[in-house]
């Protein structure tokens, strides 16, 4: 074998020996809690009932969006042929982005917005062109891997504060004389589920002069009495906002935006590599997210919420009565759509996932790097769109699987 690709391979045995290799399934229907995939290595696809997507709302695979994306598909083509300072940037954009920042004008004054192909490119952009030479980026550790790329991508240096330790970011703070500091966290942690703690943060940001860098991809949508997000449930408003929301994941479409004070987004059409650099996303989505929004904040919006709140207490009482009492595996504090239960070893969350799916179940076992050593994981998600019966079924199949011996470990 060449020289090359045997390094390469060396790699992917290692991370074989080591339950770490990633696999893909296929989906062969659309994202809904009952699918039909075909896992890896497997040749028939099976009906499975799933509990990783992000598909907080149900709203992926709603008529009503698909409707909308054919509609803006007939109106503006597929392709939106430029970039969005050359020719990609349609009223479909222009509208959606004027809807997003009239929805973080109560949390952010004059606030604008600008529409991203996607979440990591919005983060690489935020953190790239805030973070210049003279910056400090100020990470969470417990960051989503676009934010650490994103802030590795700005000239700035980068400090990390401990998960959630106001007291010790205050102190690096007010260790550091740059004149520009950025404090950059997620709102809801993507594989604990808990929220951070944004009016603290907010606060720390006003005492040190600082801008505060909010990613809230698992808040939009859910979290806030109409939907906006952590903003919203935590009411708070400040200039120095900058929020990202995902649109992919409630918002059951694809694509991100910032919203932030006007002069900051007029800042990043200049300056953002990750918005300049690229063709715009199809208008068509654009117009398909504009539908979204009306369903996040409407009627809707406000059942599949209250749907996806019983179903997380339904989980959180259930799951308490039946883990086992040694202390093997435990559900961590988390009051949104991520529920992790934590097992600790690779391996046993992998034998977990194998024993899930012999009931027909599909949990992601999240391994490290993407969690910290020792604290491997079946990450729940739950949806609006999960029945009562679904989440029962989960409890039970968990009670069995946990209560089945474990092999001795290899
Ligand atoms: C999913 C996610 C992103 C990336 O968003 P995409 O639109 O999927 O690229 C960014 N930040 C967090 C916290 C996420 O969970």
């Keep these: 074998m060449l020289r090359l690709l045997e390094r390469l391979q060396d790699e992917i045995t290692a991370l074989d020996a080591r339950s770490l290799r990633r696999r893909r399934q296929i989906a062969e229907t659309a ?23 992000n598909d907080y709302l149900g709203l992926a695979a709603h008529p009503a969006l698909a409707e909308a994306l054919a509609e803006g598909a007939a109106r503006y083509g597929t392709g939106s042929g430029g970039s ?12 959606l982005e004027e809807r997003l920042g009239e929805w973080m004008a109560p949390h952010i004054p004059d606030a604008r917005s600008l529409f991203f192909c996607t979440g990591y490119m919005a983060n690489l952009a935020v953190l790239s062109a805030l973070g210049d030479g003279e910056a400090v980026i100020f990470s969470e550790t417990l960051n989503h891997a676009s934010l650490i790329d994103g802030a590795r991508l700005a000239r700035a240096r980068v400090e990390r504060y401990p998960h959630c330790d106001l007291q010790a970011l205050d102190a690096q703070l007010a260790a550091c004389d740059a004149p520009v500091k950025i404090i950059v966290s997620d709102a809801v942690f993507s594989m604990d589920g808990h929220i951070a703690p944004v009016a603290g943060l907010l606060a720390l940001a006003e005492q040190h002069d600082a801008w505060l860098v909010i990613d809230d991809a698992h808040g939009f949508g859910v979290l806030g009495a109409t939907g906006r997000g952590a903003l919203q449930a935590l009411a708070l408003r400040s200039e120095r906002l900058v929020l990202i929301g995902t649109l992919g994941k409630a918002a ?20 953002a590599r990750p918005y300049i650099f690229t063709t715009a996303a199809p208008p068509a989505v654009a117009h398909a997210l504009l539908t979204s929004l009306a369903l996040i904040e409407g009627e809707e919006g406000m059942r599949r919420r209250a749907q996806l709140r019983a179903r997380i207490t339904q989980l959180r009482n259930g799951l308490k009565q039946m883990l086992p009492a040694d202390g093997s595996a435990w559900l961590a504090d988390s009051p949104t759509a991520i529920q992790p239960l934590i097992v600790g070893d690779n391996a046993r969350a992998m034998q977990t996932m194998e024993r899930l799916d012999a009931h027909g179940l599909r949990v992601g076992a999240i391994r490290p790097p993407t969690v910290p050593a020792g604290t491997a994981r079946l990450r729940i998600a739950l949806s609006a769109s999960h029945t ?3 989440v029962a079924r989960l409890i039970g199949a968990l009670g069995e699987a946990l209560a089945e011996p474990w092999p001795e470990a290899a």
């Design 31 to 53: 994202c809904a809690p009952e699918q039909i995939l075909t896992l890896a290595g497997a040749t028939a696809p099976r009906t499975m009932l799933g509990f990783s997507s």
């Design 84 to 95: 969005h300072l050359i020719l990609g940037h349609s009223r479909a954009h222009a509208q």
């Design 252 to 271: 059951g479409v694809s694509g991100a935006f910032v919203a932030a004070h006007r002069t900051v987004i007029d800042f990043l059409v200049q300056r």
């Design 388 to 390: 009562e019966a679904d």
